[in-house]
Structure formats: structure tokens, C-alpha cells
């Protein structure tokens, strides 16, 4: 069964991907589907930027879609940067960019205040005559340092400090990443409806 993730970033397709290996799906990202519409992601929750992405392309495609929001929340400051993680910096920023002004607010924050969560809110979205809808939402604790380690991963995972391993996210290969991380955790709760589709789907149908 084909499942577009709602994504562009390709550090993200790799993550869902090996998460969804070995579960009967071909995972298409929107680098497969140029024709597939843009979402403008202006929501004031992950929820309602991942139900915007979801629906809006499941039902221009014809796929089921599973999109998720996610993004880094920071005690100290008041939840920032939430939905603007990946613009944090400003519209074209990058990772490096928006990991700067994060340690920028961050100066003179003691390390036992730095406290941080990686929050993700997912969407399935099943099109057809009878839409279906499922919801998941997965968080991951940890603190950030004031430099960052390692180097794989993306976006802020050089500074998050996951305690129980002593690791950040970019120190840590895919697989160990893909056990604990917040995307995980989200996608377990979708795992059930996802192979329940996968059964639903006569053999080489490109939609449920």
C-alpha cells in the first residue's frame, strides 16, 4: 500500500521510513509527488498544522497521508519556539540559523533550568467516500546544552540532551534515535490502523 508522509525534509522521511519498515507500506514523501499541492503551515498547535497537511493533500492525491507537526518546546521560554521551530531564525533559515538564536535566548540560563520537549502531533487522514481520521501525539524530555554534539540528525538534535542515554539526538545512530524519539512515540499509537489499512488494500491497489 502507498502512504505519502506529508514532508519535505529529508531527515524526517528517513526517520518514518525506518520506522515503517517491514509493515507492508511503499512510504512516498512530497519529493515523489511534485504536483502535490503546498500547505501553508499557519496553525497555533502542531495538531492544527498536522490536520491541515493531512487532509489537504489526502484529498488532492487520493492516498492515505500521514502527516505530523512537530517541533521543540523550551521551559524558560515559555514554550518557544513550538510551531515556528523550523523558521525559528526567520522564513529561509536553517538548521544552524535557528539552533544560534536558541542558544542566543538560552544565555545565562542555568543548566538545571534548560529543560526542553520535542512534541510531535500526528495525523492520518484515509480519504474516500467515508473519511477517517486518527490522531497520535508523542513527546520526548530532555535539556539543552550550550553547544551542540554529534553529527547526525537534524534541526535542533545537536543540543537536546536525551538523560537517560547521556546523548543528544545527532549523537545517536537512526535505529537508537528511531526507539525513543517523539515521532516514535506517535507513530506507535497510528501503528494498528496503519496495518489494519495495509490488510484492507486488495494487492497492487495504489489506494485503500
Known sequence: MRLLMATGN???LREVRGLLAGEGLQVLGLCDLPDAPEVVEDGDTFLANARKKAWTLARAV????LADDSGLAVAALGG?????????????AGAAENNARLLEELAGVPEGARGAEFVCAMVLAVPGPEEREFVAEGRLSGTLLPAGRGSDGF?????????TTGRTLAEMDLETKNGLSHRQRALAQ???????????????????
Open 155 to 163: 534541526g535542533y538534535d545537536p543540543l537536546f540532551l536525551e538523560t
Open 190 to 208: 497510528l501503528l494498528p490502523e496503519l496495518r489494519r489499512l495495509v490488510c484492507e488494500t486488495p494487492s497492487g491497489a495504489a489506494v485503500p
Open 10 to 12: 529529508a531527515g524526517k
Open 80 to 92: 518557544r519556539p513550538g510551531v515556528h521551530s523550523a523558521r525559528y531564525a526567520g522564513p529561509g
Open 62 to 65: 487520493g492516498l492515505p497521508v
